[in-house]
């Protein structure tokens, strides 16, 4: 039968073995629990602030569209009761804005809504229309009065806002930072350009 006793050699070897395991037994498990603890803010903790994060930037995009839809709601309104509170026949009858100025209908818009011009020549901006008695009233708001209150709920979380209607043509931009944009379609299918590099 072979003795089965170690060598002096293979004792010292084992023995040396054990010291080390026990030297770096602590900081495998250090670096184990500093990996699990990563791997948890990295894959847990970062995207769920991330996924927060976005989501307050589009609850700003929210409150500020909100805030355009309740201008221009209140707007219309506003031209609305006017005519219905006032009639409409200096309107029908006026020719230019400065002829309306001493009616009920100007004075009324001059006093409660100053936004609203009673241009009926006017194409930029918010259009809006009133009838009353079979006579419709064309007015319209410049878009700076509409989107005043929209623009600066959004200034803190974005540097620029832009308003375009359902075709893509820009109507209002707040241009901060960005060159001028005419057309959102024609910016979002435009190709990006190879650099001579």
């Known amino acids: 039968m072979a ?4 060598t002096p050699a293979a004792s010292t070897r084992a023995s040396k073995l054990r010291e080390f395991s026990r030297a770096t037994t602590p900081y495998l498990l250090g670096a184990v629990f500093a990996s699990g603890v990563m791997a948890w803010y990295f894959f847990m903790f970062v995207p769920a602030k991330l996924q927060y994060f976005v989501g307050l930037r589009f609850r700003t995009l929210a409150v500020a569209s909100g805030q355009v839809k309740s201008k221009a709601e209140n707007l219309a309104s506003s031209l609305a009761g006017g005519v219905h509170a006032v009639g409409v026949l200096p309107v029908v009858n006026a020719k ?18 100053p936004e609203i011009r009673l241009d009926p020549g006017s194409s930029s901006g918010l259009q809006l229309t009133a009838e009353k008695d079979a006579t419709r009233v064309a007015a319209s708001v410049a878009w700076d009065d509409v989107l005043r209150p929209a623009a600066a709920a959004s200034a803190r979380d974005f540097s620029d806002l832009i308003l375009a209607d359902a075709s893509g043509q820009v109507v209002w931009q707040r241009d901060q930072t960005t060159p001028r944009i005419g057309n959102l379609k024609e910016l979002l299918g435009a190709e990006t350009q190879t650099s001579s590099w």
């Open 3 to 6: 003795d089965r006793t170690p």
């Open 96 to 113: 230019t804005f400065t002829e309306l100025a001493g009616t009920p209908l100007g004075q009324y818009r001059a006093t409660l809504a």
